[in-house]
């Protein structure tokens, strides 16, 4: 199963882990998400192809935060 790292600014507190969690975790092709707070990390576990990444980018700017 494929691993991306998708560096994410504006995270700052558990809550925002939980949201980020959520939003990412609601894509089907998406089996586990990891946020990294410190290390500004969210690590995805997915299947299918490169379009996930963009989907799951896309549910995080849509959450509010920026992609790096
Ligand atoms: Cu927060």
Redesign the pocket.
């Known amino acids: 199963m494929p691993t991306e790292t998708i560096n994410v600014d504006g995270?700052?507190?558990g809550?925002?882990v939980q949201t980020i969690k959520d939003a990412v975790g609601g894509i089907s092709a998406v089996k586990r998400v990891e946020v990294l707070l410190d290390e500004k990390e969210v690590i995805v576990d997915y299947e299918g192809g490169e379009d996930v990444i963009a989907t799951a980018k896309a549910a995080i700017k849509e959450a509010g935060f920026d992609i790096l």
Request: aromatic share 0%; proline share 0%.
């Open positions: 995270m700052s507190c809550h925002c």
